[in-house]
C-alpha cells in the first residue's frame, strides 16, 4: 500500500478546511450545491489537500450553523488517493475550520 495513504489511515490526524479559497462561505457552498469539499492534511510534507466526493447519506450537518459560523460538522466521501480507492472521514469545526480526520482504505492495493 502507498506510503501516504497507510500514514493518513492510522489514525486521526489533524486537518482544515482546503481548497483554492478555504472560507466558511465556501465551504457551506461546496457542501450544500456541489458535493465536493477540499480536506487538507495539514502534517504532511506541505500539507496534503484532497477533493472529497461527499456521501450525502454518511455527512452530518446537524451540528452546523454556517449561518453564525459555529458547530461541527461531520464530513465522508470518496476519492483515489495515488491510486488506492479511500474513504475520508472529518469533523471540522465551523468556527476554525479546523478538525480532525482520517482515511479509510476501501480496498487493500496488492502495490
Known sequence: MDDLVRRLAEGPQPVTVGGPQPSLAELRR???EIGLVFVKFTETTGGTDLGVRLDRAATDLGGADFDNGRG???LEGTLLLNDVPV??????DLATLDGSGRLVVA???ST
Open 87 to 92: 474513504r475520508c472521514v472529518a469533523d471540522l
Open 72 to 74: 461541527s460538522l461531520h
Open 30 to 32: 461546496r457542501v450544500e
Open 107 to 109: 480496498v487493500e492495493s
